[in-house]
């Protein structure tokens, strides 16, 4: 298992490194065992990894952070990066505190000394509990004709060259589930990832508060969603679950597996509500796609909080019903999809904009993910590229399940043509004579 798992991350760890025919630079893939280890144990081995292949990751995480915050901002998140972390599963914070071991962070709290210190990692972790970095888009389509959900979402993230540099796949490997984070080096939360049954989520925020405030113990979203996949093959019980959390900002959460798709719209402090493809929805942000569900940082239900006032969530909602208006009654292809996520029209709230740092489009049938990523100098973005990866294989698994489903359906005519035949055999006795 081990020398399969090692074999596997050397195999993608060395496909990252490969030339790309394009300008796009792969994120770096990390195969993680994680059914055999303990939280500090994963984290180590998360931090080696990282550092093998980041050797100046502490530079580049100060740095980002003092381009993101204000000194001021800074110190009012401190506090309530405390707060929260201790509302995090202990195995979580083991194995983030092994990182930051592995990684020797033991300088202090200072923004731009081209250091990292343990209180800094834990802020970068919870950048989406506290602050308004993870905006973006997201569309998902139902294509309940073929039972083909398709999934996507724009991630709009304020990047430098040096947080472009450290973006990874961390596929964890658990005894009984495999989980794929799309994120950056060493940090341990989900804000867009998979698991092998086909479940995706994806976190978008929902608040124009620029850093949070409140010092109430709440729960980390990006942490609770690597708990769903664990645990979760469908949008039902997932969003239940999740539905029921207690969060300091406003959130939604894109939602598909292998037969549906949903979006949960969650205010801060609030239970949450479900939105389906039929759900009432405001009359400022018309929709006439019963097979789609778009998403912008804002809440559209009915029934939900109303703050849709920003022209960029109003702009991309209706480009969303445009670019959707040639496929009424269709099913859309990937490549259709892929199509509506690079619309480039209006650029300064445009779909894809200069701060999309990940373009991500996951089919759930067959776990397939389409990933685009900004490059770490930023060039021409006329012609974004997609890149396909295969991350968990179904073929095997299908299989089995097709083989198994044909020799139980074998066993029971046998029964069934051996029950009737003794039945037969029965009835066809001769008569007792009187004699």
């Not at 081209?114 to 997201?138: C, H, I, M, R, Y």
């Amino acid at each position: 298992m081990v020398l399969s798992l090692l074999t596997r991350s050397f195999l993608l760890g060395l496909l990252a490194f490969l030339p790309s025919p394009s300008v796009y630079a792969r994120p770096v893939v990390i195969s993680i065992d994680a059914g055999s280890n303990n939280g500090a144990q994963i984290g180590t081995f998360i931090g080696l990894e990282a550092k093998k292949n980041f050797p100046e990751l502490e530079k580049r995480y100060d740095s980002y952070l003092a381009f993101l915050l204000s000194p001021s901002q800074f110190k009012q998140l401190l506090p309530q990066v405390n707060s929260l972390k201790a509302a995090i599963d202990p195995d979580y914070q083991a194995e983030v505190n092994a990182i930051a071991a592995v990684w020797q962070l033991n300088t202090l709290d200072k923004l731009g000394d081209n250091k990292l210190s343990v209180n800094e990692f834990w802020l970068l972790q919870l950048l989406p509990d506290l602050t308004a970095v993870n905006k973006g888009s997201a569309l998902a389509v139902a294509n309940r004709s073929d039972k083909n959900p398709i999934a996507a979402r724009n991630l709009d993230w304020k990047s430098t060259p040096e947080l472009r540099s450290l973006q990874t796949i961390n596929i964890y490997q658990y005894e009984d589930r495999t989980l794929v984070s799309l994120g950056f080096a060493g940090l341990a939360g989900v804000i867009n990832g998979f698991n092998d049954q086909g479940l995706f989520v994806s976190l978008l925020d929902a608040t124009e508060q620029q850093a949070s405030t409140s010092l109430l113990p709440q729960n980390s979203s990006s942490f609770d969603l690597r708990t769903l996949l664990k645990h979760f093959d469908k949008i039902a019980p997932a969003g239940h679950e999740l539905a029921q959390k207690s969060y300091s900002r406003g959130h939604q959460v894109l939602f598909a597996d292998q037969g549906n798709i949903a979006v949960l719209e969650q205010p801060a402090g609030e239970i949450g509500k479900l939105r389906k493809t039929h759900s009432a929805i405001i009359n400022e942000m018309p929709w006439n796609h019963n097979e789609q569900l778009a998403v912008v940082n804002c809440f559209v239900l009915k029934a939900s909080a109303h703050n849709c006032y920003m022209s960029r969530d109003h702009y991309r909602w209706g480009r969303f019903a445009h670019l959707l208006t040639a496929f009424l009654d269709q099913n859309l292809s990937v490549g259709d999809v892929i199509t509506v996520m690079q619309d480039q029209a209006n650029i300064r709230q445009a779909i894809f904009n200069e701060d999309t740092l990940q373009s991500i489009i996951f089919t759930p049938k067959d776990r397939a993910l389409y990933l685009y990523t900004q490059a770490v100098t930023k060039s021409d973005e006329a012609h974004p590229s997609i890149e396909k990866y295969q991350l968990i294989q179904t073929a095997s698994k299908d299989k089995l399940i097709e083989t198994v489903l044909l020799v139980l359906g074998i066993g029971i005519l046998a029964a069934a043509w051996l029950y009737v035949l003794r039945n037969g055999k029965k009835n066809k006795r001769p008569p007792l004579s009187d004699n």
